[in-house]
């Protein structure tokens, strides 16, 4: 089992310390990323690494408008966009565009040209650093996909029953029960990104569409790779500098719900084995000063722990038929991290038993010195090898880590000083303040989710969650 973390590093937001006036100062951004805007309002960064001259160039381009912008009549509009800029512009043809994409289009994650979330849009694109005509086309087709669509209504009929998109959404699974449950109470009801487009739509509905929510001011151009600045800024308002048009309708946000205390069961389709997930939900605060930093490290470090020890406990064989998996991310405005039991309806009471057993353990006693110490030492040795790790690390990572960085609201350091204030961190952890933030953290109960194969006799998800809170509850506080 290994904690996993969509971004760097994730806040810990049910941990309050007094931190100094040192502590509180604003995180300063990493230098090496440049940023721009044009006349329009067309924003751009960009990392430029020549002293990376194998780097690959990473492009990405985000409309910050998704399917959450769409009204009754536009339902599938934000897919149906860039599904007809894919097929045709007006300087490409289709034959064109079909020999030019698969040169560009990302072979690691996001593994598509273009992604369609709730809100945002955002076309992906992976060039070779010594072909300058081919960052030359992509960027001229990259302009016109963001440009007003010129489709008659008979082309968007047949384009919006075409099964065979190469887009993908985000996040996955929006259509399963889960999501919908989990949507609840959110303006994202209703609002899936990736819909059919809404029957008897027009070009005209379209175009209005698009001068709402595509105009240049709600679009940001990220590279990274290994190009000259000044000339990758002068394509950038050649390709881009004609756009007009300027956002008057500020767009709803992608916020997600408080998850409900309630514990709750789906048969789905999705999984082929019983699955728990114990889920701790909160707000998420982004990461802009030295003081929400060392609390986001303070959080990765007790998870860290949590999920040692229960690798151990549960790898010495008292666990039957068990897979358990530890996990955080960030999504809608919410910092979620879910410990997932993957066992057999059969051994799932007796393995949530000794998972919550061990949690109690923690709850009250902590971790020992010997395991803060090791952990500590390990972070330490990491930490040594950071920026001979980051010097390796792919163009396709760091644009992720940027992107996730923007999405949350967080500020991204540079790798040095990353380095600098990470060590001040670890040389002023003690096992006492360790200990504290696992026992707030394990006084809130989880939620528990429980999602079984279909067509599986549906189990009492009640009765599990009944045993996990006699269990973890004091005798004394269930009084």
């Not at 379209?206 to 290994?226: A, C, H, I, Q, R």
Request: charged share 20%.
């Amino acid at each position: 089992m290994q904690f996993k973390y969509l971004l760097s590093a994730l806040s810990g937001v049910m941990f309050m310390w007094v931190g100094s006036a040192a502590q509180a100062e604003a995180l300063k951004a990493d230098p090496a990323w440049q940023e721009g805007k044009l006349e329009n309002g067309f924003k751009w960064q960009i990392l430029a690494t020549p002293h990376r001259p194998s780097d690959k160039i990473e492009v990405r381009l985000e409309v910050h408008a998704g399917s959450l912008q769409e009204g009754i009549q536009q339902t599938g509009f934000s897919y149906l966009l860039p599904h007809l800029a894919m097929e045709k512009t007006d300087s490409y043809e289709s034959d064109e565009i079909q020999s030019l994409l698969p040169l560009i289009t990302p072979e690691t994650e996001p593994k598509s040209l273009v992604e369609v979330s709730y809100d945002y849009t955002r076309y992906n694109l992976s060039l070779p650093t010594n072909k300058p005509e081919l960052l030359k086309e992509a960027f001229g087709w990259l302009s016109e996909a963001v440009s007003p669509p010129t489709a008659s209504n008979g082309l968007i009929q047949l384009m919006s029953n075409d099964p065979l998109s190469p887009l993908i959404t985000f996040p996955a699974g929006v259509n399963d029960a889960w999501w919908h449950y989990r949507i609840k109470n959110s303006p994202l009801v209703g609002h899936e990104p990736g819909r059919a487009v809404a029957e008897g739509a027009t070009a005209e509905r379209l175009n209005e569409f698009y001068l709402k929510w595509y105009t240049p001011d709600s679009m940001t151009l990220y590279v990274v790779g290994n190009v000259d600045r000044r000339a990758m800024v002068e394509q950038i308002n050649k390709s881009f500098g004609g756009l007009s048009g300027k956002r008057l309708t500020p767009a709803t946000i992608a916020a997600l719900s408080a998850l409900p205390a309630t514990p709750v069961n789906f048969l789905s389709q999705g999984v082929e084995k019983d699955r728990l997930k114990l889920v701790w939900d909160d707000p998420w605060h982004p990461i802009v000063t030295k003081l929400s930093l060392e609390r986001q490290w303070l959080s990765m470090i007790a998870n860290d722990m949590i999920a040692n020890r229960l690798n151990q406990k549960m790898g010495r064989g008292s666990a039957k038929n068990a897979a358990l998996d530890f996990a955080c991310q960030i999504q809608f405005q919410r910092y979620h991290c879910d410990l997932t039991i993957d066992t057999p309806l059969a051994a799932m009471k007796n393995n949530l038993k000794l998972v919550a057993a061990e949690l109690v353990k923690l709850e009250k006693d902590g971790v020992t010195e010997a395991e803060f110490n090791a952990l500590l030492a390990e972070q330490k040795e990491q930490l040594a090898q950071i920026i001979s790790t980051y010097a390796k690390t792919d163009t396709a990572q760091i644009m992720a880590q940027r992107l996730l960085a923007e999405k949350s609201g967080s500020i991204t350091v540079s790798p040095e000083s990353y380095q600098e204030l990470r060590q001040k961190f670890l040389d002023g952890l003690d096992l006492m303040t360790v200990n504290t933030r696992i026992n707030r953290l394990l006084t809130i109960n989880p939620t528990l989710v429980l999602t079984q194969p279909a067509g599986e006799p549906e189990e009492n998800v009640r009765v599990l969650s009944e045993q996990l809170e006699a269990i973890m509850t004091p005798a004394d506080v269930a009084k």
